[in-house]
Nanobody, 117 residues
Framework: QVQLVESGGGLVQAGGSLTLSCTASGSIFRINAMNWYCQAPGKQRELVAAITSGSTTNYADSVKGRFTISRTENTVYLRMNSLKPEDTGVYYC?????????????WGQGTQVTVSS
């Protein structure tokens, strides 16, 4: 089995910063892409940032220049600067994990980020 465990969420004022982390553990051969999604209240879950095993990154337009995704082999980070109230939501870690010869997609349990105005 594979688990993704997130940490680092919390309450912060607009303009502040937070760093989220997510560590994968369990029966892992390798991890390909690792991603962060955000689900704002009343909205669908949306991709915020992604990073490949080769460290190629991709960001949603709304966070470009403010958020930075990075990773080690089994841990992904999301540094969030200049936070805005519209960044509020539950942030989920997502990863494509190779077990045996197949890749499987896993989700973390989510961590709440609340940005007050």
């Amino acid at each position: 089995q594979v688990q993704l465990v997130e940490s680092g969420g919390g309450l912060v004022q607009a303009g502040g910063s937070l760093t989220l982390s997510c560590t994968a553990s369990g029966s892992i051969f390798r991890i390909n892409a690792m991603n962060w999604y955000c689900q704002a209240p009343g909205k669908q879950r949306e991709l915020v940032a992604a990073i490949t095993s080769g460290s190629t990154t991709n960001y949603a337009d709304s966070v470009k220049g403010r958020f930075t995704i990075s990773r080690t082999e089994n841990t992904v980070y999301l540094r969030m600067n200049s936070l805005k109230p519209e960044d509020t939501g539950v942030y989920y870690c997502n990863a494509d994990v190779m077990r045996g010869i197949y890749y499987y997609n896993y989700w973390g349990q989510g961590t709440q980020v609340t940005v007050s105005s």
